[in-house]
């Protein structure tokens, strides 16, 4: 983006980033899906400093579904490789990272992944805690229908205990139980590779979400898609149910 078009265009706070075609991607090369995912994240990483570099204040990369265990083992294990090497990396380059006033923060259900991981995220989320340029969300065993289910349970459990009445949970009571808590909703949210639809992706986050669309298949996607998307996005018209 032009410092000219930077400066005359309403930023998105919050960005969802629906990170597919990985697979499509490597198949029109003859390559292995797992090549197509390796691909991926190296656009990811592109794109995430990018938009730090625009001024997006939140952003959320969706990266492995709780329905994607279904996929072969080989492929989960592929995926779960390059999770572990984004953190490594960032443990390395921590430096770097916290000039940056990058935030990490882990959205999902994270009980389910591997260890080692579990804990090169946990301690990459204390140790950005406190960083408030950009916060970076990565979506790993990430499903929209569980992080409310998640959310349900811990209010039953204040029921139970006596500590909330039923007919007084409210709205802020929910959102305040998703991972999200304490994050604007997404403004934008992008899903390339030509699929129309939001795959459990924050759903209830999404409820007045402006989208955008593309054909392009994510190991492709540069800064001037984001760009494109951007300026589209200012030309929405978001009316929340007024006129
Ligand atoms: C997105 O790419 C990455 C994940 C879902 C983990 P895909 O692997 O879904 O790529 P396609 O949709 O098969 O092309
Ligand atoms: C959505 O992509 C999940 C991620 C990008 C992480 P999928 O490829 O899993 O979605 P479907 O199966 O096409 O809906
Ligand atoms: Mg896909």
Request: net charge negative.
């Given at each position: ?61 969706y990266a492995f579904s709780t329905e994607n265990w279904k996929r072969p083992a080989e492929e989960v294990s592929a995926i779960m490789d390059l999770f572990r090497d984004y953190l490594f990396e960032a443990q390395e380059r921590e430096e770097e990272n916290m000039a940056k006033g990058m935030r990490v923060r882990y ?137």
């Amino acid at each position: 983006m032009t410092k000219e078009e930077l400066a005359n265009i309403s930023m998105p706070a919050h960005i969802g980033i629906i990170m597919d075609g990985n697979g499509r991607w490597a198949k029109q090369r003859g390559l292995k899906r797992s090549e197509g995912h390796k691909e991926g994240a190296k656009v990811f990483r592109a794109i995430c400093n990018y938009a730090q570099e625009i001024g997006v204040k939140y952003l959320t990369f969706y990266a492995f579904s709780t329905e994607n265990w279904k996929r072969p083992a080989e492929e989960v294990s592929a995926i779960m490789d390059l999770f572990r090497d984004y953190l490594f990396e960032a443990q390395e380059r921590e430096e770097e990272n916290m000039a940056k006033g990058m935030r990490v923060r882990y959205i999902g259900e994270r009980s389910a992944l591997p260890e080692d991981i579990v804990t090169m995220i946990t301690e990459l989320e204390k140790r950005s805690a406190d960083k408030d340029v950009i916060t970076v969300n990565l979506a790993v065993n990430y499903g929209g229908r569980d992080e409310i289910l998640h959310a349900v349970k811990t209010i039953a459990k204040k029921v139970e205990a006596g500590e909330l009445k039923a007919d007084n949970i409210n709205l802020n009571d929910i959102d305040g139980n998703l991972f999200t808590a304490g994050q604007p909703d997404p403004d934008l949210i992008i899903r390339p590779s030509g699929e129309y639809r939001l795959s459990n992706f924050l759903i209830w986050q999404a409820a007045y979400s402006e989208f955008w669309f593309s054909d392009i298949l994510w190991p492709d996607f540069t800064a001037d898609d984001l760009d494109k998307a951007i300026i589209d996005y200012n030309k929405r018209n978001r009316r929340f149910g007024g006129i």
